[in-house]
Every structure is written in C-alpha cells, then in structure tokens.
C-alpha cells in the first residue's frame, strides 16, 4: 500500500480537487484500487469533501469525524472531547487493515489550522508521519503561505514528495505561484532534498454553475483532462517510495559494514534484531521491517475483496517503544516541534560563537536558570560542556585541585567513591571508577581510590527493604527509606558512620590522600541500576565534609568552613527529574560542591552538559598566573541551539512537575497509607513515587523470575534471578526478544529495552500517558510470567 497524506499551504487551495484528480487517475488510468480518507471534517455531510470526491471515482471514501457545522473543527460543539490519540489511533487502524494500492489521506483547513482538540493539524497527523504531498497556495500572497507551510512540515520531520498547485483560470490575474516553485525555488531555495521535491499543475477548476448536471459535466470532463497530470504524480510518489524503501532495505547491510557500536560486542550481534529505526515520535520508534508477511486480499474497487486472495510479502513499518529512554536522554519525547523550534531560532540567530570573553542569552539565561533550581542554595558558576563524561572531567579538575591546594596535598591523590560506579569513558572519569568491564582493557586506567560497596533498596515478594552485605533492614513504606531527614540520627546511620569511617581513616593511615568524594546519587547507573540507600550517601557526604566524629576531618571542621574534601555529584542520568525528584541534594539533605547535568538537559534533542560549582571552589583557580585557571576546553563551548533548547526544556519539566505528576504522587502515598502524625493521610510531596504504578510494582516483585524490583520517577528496574549475574549475564535474551514482539494492548507495538546481565530496566519519558505506562506494565507481567 501506499499511502499519502494531503496537507494544505492554507484553506481552500484544492487539497479535495486534487484528492479527486489524484483517486480519478489511480482508479482510471492506474487501474489500481484506491481509498480516500478525511479523518477530520466539518459542514453538513452532504457537502462533505469525500461527497464530492463519491461523484467522480468509484472509490472507498472513509469519513471518521464530521462535525455538523462549517468552522474550524476546534469550534465545534465537543471538539474538544475529540482527542488527538483517538483519531490518529483510529487512522492507524484503518491504514493497517488496508488493502488498497493507492490511499489519500486528506487533513483539514491549512498545515496550522486546528484540529479538534485545539493542536495543529501538523502535530496531530505527526505520529503517523505519512510521506507527504503539499498542496500550494495559487492566490495572491501563496508563496509566501506555502513556503511557510513547507518549513512548518519539515520542522517536524515529514517528507515531502511532492507540491501540487491549481494554475490560476484565464480570466483571473495571472499570479503564476506555481510557475515560482517549478523553475525558481527549486533552484535557490537551500533545503537538502529540493532535487526530490518536484510541482505538479492543473487547471483550476470551471467556475460553478448554477445548473447541477451541467456542473457535474464539467467537473467530469474536468477531471478527465487533469488525469494525466495526476498519473504523473503517481509515477513520481511510487519511484520516490520505491528509492526510499531500498535504501531502508540496504541500511542493515550498509550498517554491518561500517558502523562501530558502542558497548557492543559484534560477534554477538543478530543482523536481525537490528532495529531500522525511520523516525521517533512521543515514546515511539518507528522501525522499518523488510519484507515482513501478512495476511492481505486484493481490494476490488470499491473494496470488496477478490475470492483466493494470497498472503503477501510488502514492505511494513513497526513500532517500538522506547523503555531505555535512548540511552537515558529522553524526557520530552522524540520530535518535540517547540524543542525543535527553539533549536531552529537559535540556530538562525547564533549558529555558534565563541564563549571566552564574550556572552550570550542563552548561555547566560541558562546558567541563571540553573543557579536558581539545580544550584539553588550552593552553586554560583556554570561551566559548560557537551556530554556527561566531559561534564565529570572538569568536576574532578575542579575538586581535585581545590582539595590540593586547600590540604596542601602532593603525589598522587584519589577519590572515595562507590563499587560499580560508572561516571563516562574519559580517561580520568574512568580513574575515578573501580576496575569493572568498562575500563580494565583500557591500556591507561589506573584505578584512583577506594570504594565502598552500597546497601541497597529493594522491593522483593512485596516487602521494601535495604539490603546491606547480609543485613536486611525492612521498611513499612518505600517513602520511608526516602524520608532521609527523620534517619539520620537512628542507629543505622551510626553503623554507617562507623563502617565508612573506619575504612577511610585506616586508608589514609596507609598513605592515601583523598581529593574528592564522588558519587552517583540515589541510584548507581550503568553499574547495574543499584538504588543505593540514601542514608548511606548522606552519611558519605557528612564524613567527607567532616561534620561527623568519625570523619578523619572531624577536627578541622571545627576551625575552617572549608574543611573535608570536595563532594561531586554526579546527576548525568538521575538530575532533572528522573526518579521524580529535581536534585537529589533534596533526599539527602546536604549539597555538593561541584554537580554535573546532562542526559534530560535538553529534553534528548542535543548534546550538551553543565558543571555546576560554588564560588569556594571557583576562587581555587584564581591568581595571576594563566596556568593556574581551569585550562580545559570544548570547542561548541556554551552551544547557543543547546543552551536555549535547555532552557525550553526545563521550563516544561517545572510545569510538569507542579501538574502533570499530582496524580502519580498520590497513588503511592495512598497505596502506601503514608500519614502524618494526627493519622490523616499526608498531602505533602512523597520523596519516592514512580510513574511505575506501585501496586504493579510489588505484582512484579512476587513473580517467580524476579529476585527484586525498585522505581523511582520514570525509572523500574527489575532484577533477575539467574545463574550468572553481572554486566556478562544473558538472562535477560529471552524476556527482551519477547518484548520487542508486536502485541501491546490496543495498539500493536513492541518494547525495545536493553539489558544490564541480569537486570532489565525500563524507562518512560516525563510525558509518557498514562494508559501506555499500564499497556507497558501489562505486558511486562504476561512476558515475564512466561517459563524462560
């Protein structure tokens, strides 16, 4: 099947007149089976578009909303009841169960014009994001309307195969608009695919008559004498398809042969579990399927299906969703049009420019942003980057460097940090980690410090609990292991004290010398997702700034604000939001000297990375001398098209926090009977919730595969119970294989989630509804209930 999308440069340019024009030479000249559809209309149905079209083309004509009256559909007596996921999920449906050779799908009003919920119409067809062909604008100011069209659709990622026009009758003014777009546009106009993007004309059509058949004649004969344009529109959309599925066709060949993958062993590679991805949108991928079977009979005309129809090989799309959050970036979902729009001013504006000695507004709007949320009560400077690893290559220049001067320290000196700390793949990043799979066949790593292996929290045969080497701490409430302000006075944070201390004070004995304390907080990431016990962290940064006895700079703290080492946080993967909360200094009760924010930054639409640090800290690198300021650099230094996409994006993720998560956040203090001292259920924000529904959560936890689970914000892992454990594990193949299969709910689409050995995490985005979350834990429950 193929299929096309109609959109108009504005209304009544001809999107049914070349719907018509296009079906009449599908079905006559063709000969090839055609459907019409109009998801969205609005008048009197017997002045419907698909009315129209009914008279001319004995072809299936499909109206799936027409509202009574003649107004944008927005206006329209419950509209607004008309969601835009009922209507694209109803049009996927219909295209799915299609047989049809040829199907025109046609939009209402303009590319801007609203759709019945009040969004675009440009944004409401986006997740179906059908090859498109533009219907130009002939009157006078058309240009410039289908132009502006033209950059709206390709803002949002559709592509355009084709612009149709009217020619403008001979008795009117001769504007020639599509004269423009046939010889000069294509010529000037800078966009990457112009040689593909070809005009199609004809005629206007005669003016109407007062005299029904008289109008019919005309319009027949109309119609009969443009069919050979349309045919040639139809040569064209089907060579264009034609060269854009043998590309997807070739892309994993091409990809086995020139690609290198990160993380991934290639001998291990199946080329068939390689995901073609075409586009994203929401939470979704849409991945191509070559040559994928179903079962299809032939339509008849008016679409009836011919007797001894076969199953067919064609060429189908597929969608998956995305549970790794590509790789813990996304958080606004895949194709936002206002990110992309921001990033497209920003880029107009800016490009790049230089950042040393200069400012700009988003970069320094950012960094204000930043100080007044993130930074908010501690940080006083911004320095930027690209990527979380480089983000943690500064941080540890920073509080390496203070700790040296400020202890007067000489040799070499390392960092306390956490076993299965995982903090990038940059040399000194991967220093400041205990050898693991990622760094010990790297010829220069040389592990700097100590680590202290976590407890961890865990729900496990529904029962939350901190597990701590054979220990087990069991929790009424998984906001009470959260709750870290009324723990840290009760004996545990005394055994923790005890046992961090100890191990710090006999290692400093030995001839270490400590820089820094550097953690990931709450939850150790790529280490195998381990939710370690806040409490435990709390007590680490009290040890390593001295505020507790046991600190071997308990002494000093008396005399010097300054004392202890240096603490970085390390918020790549958890800041912004990720498990539910904006900064984890919110849990543990204490801030760091130095943290660093990517991943969510920018809503997953570009790279970049901030290290945030106090003013202590920045004053460490002052002097006279230009070798002693922090001499490191990044050559898209303070990206303007990043920073301002940042800005965007925390701004949403703030409404979302104060609107969309009331609900979420509420669940789990109800579910967890969370009361205040007077036994009334409590109304203040939970410091663990999940858009993971709790009651699930503790379901998965009795299953017989599972040895634990845990979530917080859009994050659940789910830990296996399997032979072998660690990064090496292939436990989870099978869970995962299943879960890719396309058998989700109402909707037909796969999960696509990667594994750590034995843990399977999966991840939402800050935007993921509702009833997605429950299709996803429904299937979760049915593929892991399944014998391995």
Not at 189 to 202: G, L, R, V
């Amino acid at each position: 099947m193929l299929a096309h999308i109609l959109f108009g440069a504005n209304t009544e340019v001809g999107k049914t007149i070349w719907s018509t024009a296009l079906c009449y030479a599908s079905h006559y000249l063709a000969h090839a089976p055609v459907e019409y559809i109009k998801p969205v209309g609005a008048g009197p149905v017997e002045e419907a578009d698909y009315v129209h079209l009914a008279k001319f083309v004995p072809c299936k004509c499909t109206n799936i909303h027409q509202f009574e009256k003649a107004m944008s559909p927005h206006m329209s007596e419950g509209a607004m009841q008309t969601t835009d996921a009922s209507i694209v999920s109803a049009l996927r449906k219909h295209l799915q169960a299609s047989s049809f050779k040829n199907t025109f799908v046609e939009t209402a009003g303009g590319v801007s014009s609203p759709a019945p919920s009040g969004s675009l119409q440009c944004d409401l067809y986006r997740p179906l994001r059908l090859p498109v062909l533009l219907i130009g604008d002939s009157k006078l100011g058309g240009i410039s309307t289908t132009i502006a069209a033209y950059e709206q659709l390709k803002v949002r990622g559709y592509d355009i195969s084709a612009i149709l026009m009217l020619r403008d009758p001979e008795n009117a003014p001769q504007y020639e608009n599509w004269k423009y777009f046939s010889e000069i546009w294509s010529k000037s106009y800078s966009c990457h695919d112009k040689e593909n993007i070809k005009c199609f004309t004809i005629p206007s059509p005669p003016a109407l008559s007062q005299d029904a058949e008289a109008d019919f004649k005309a319009m027949q004969k109309y119609y009969s004498e443009s069919a050979s344009v349309g045919y040639d529109v139809l040569k064209h959309i089907e060579q264009v398809q034609k060269t854009r599925l043998a590309r997807l066709d070739d892309m994993i060949n091409q990809t086995e042969k020139h690609i290198w993958y990160p993380f991934t062993q290639h001998t291990l590679v199946n080329p068939k579990e390689i995901a073609v991805i075409d586009s994203a949108h929401g939470d979704m991928y849409t991945v191509f399927a070559p040559n994928a079977k179903r079962k299809s009979e032939e339509a008849l005309a008016d679409g009836s299906k011919k007797e001894g129809s076969v199953a067919v090989e064609e060429n189908k799309y597929k969608e998956l969703f995305d549970a790794s959050a590509s790789w813990w970036t996304q958080g606004l979902g895949h194709g936002d049009p206002y990110l992309a729009m921001s990033a497209a001013y920003a880029a107009g504006r800016y490009g790049h420019v230089l950042l040393p000695n200069c400012t700009n507004e988003p970069a320094l709007g950012l960094a204000e942003d930043l100080l007044s949320t993130v930074g908010k009560g501690w940080a006083n400077r911004v320095y930027y980057s690209d990527n979380g690893a480089t983000g943690m290559e500064i941080a540890l220049k920073m509080a390496l460097k203070a700790a040296r001067i400020q202890h007067q320290l000489s040799g070499k000196i390392e960092i306390i940090g956490l076993e299965g700390a995982y903090h990038g793949d940059t040399i000194g990043t991967m220093d400041a980690c205990p050898p693991n799979v990622y760094n010990v066949e790297v010829d220069w790593y040389d592990g700097r410090g100590i680590w202290f292996d976590s407890p961890v929290v865990k729900v496990s045969n529904g029962e939350v609990s901190v597990q701590w080497e054979d220990k087990s701490f069991s929790f009424t409430a998984l906001d009470d292991v959260y709750n870290v302000s009324s723990r840290v006075n009760s004996h545990l944070a005394k055994q923790y004290a005890s046992f961090i201390g100890e191990k710090v004070r006999t290692a400093m004995q030995q001839g270490h010398q400590f820089g820094a304390l550097v953690i990931e907080p709450l939850v150790v990431g790529a280490g195998g997702m381990l939710f370690v016990d806040p409490l435990f962290q709390r007590v680490l940064v009290d040890i390593a700034k001295g505020r507790l006895p046991e600190s071997p700079w308990y002494t000093e703290a008396h005399e010097n604000k300054k004392a202890g080492i240096p603490v970085v946080f390390d918020e790549v993967f958890i800041g912004l939001y990720r498990l539910g909360q904006l900064r984890s200094a919110d849990i543990l009760g204490v801030y760091p000297d130095v943290q660093v924010n990517a991943k969510l930054l920018t809503g997953g639409l570009v790279p970049l990375s901030v290290t945030l640090a106090s003013e202590e800290l920045f004053e460490y690198f002052l002097s006279d001398k230009k070798s002693d300021a922090l001499l490191h650099g990044h050559s898209y230094t303070a990206h303007p098209v990043g920073c301002h996409v940042a800005r965007q994006s925390l701004k949403r993720l703030d409404q979302l926090n104060r609107t969309a998560w009331t609900e979420n956040k509420q669940r789990w203090l109800e579910f967890f009977g969370c009361q205040n001292v007077n036994g009334v259920l409590s109304s203040r924000n939970p410091n663990a919730w999940s858009v993971w529904d709790p009651e699930w959560v503790y379901e998965v936890s009795k299953l017989e595969c599972v040895e634990s689970i845990m979530a917080l914000g859009s994050l659940a892992s789910v830990v296996l119970k399997a032979g072998d454990h660690g990064y090496q594990s292939s436990a989870a193949g099978q869970y995962l294989s299943r879960l890719r299969e396309f058998s989700t709910g109402a909707e037909e689409y796969g999960i696509l989630a990667r594994p750590l050995g034995n843990v399977v995490y999966f991840m939402t985005s800050q935007i993921t509804p509702t009833h997605t979350v429950k299709e996803i834990q429904a299937k979760i429950i049915d593929v892991f209930s399944q014998p391995r």
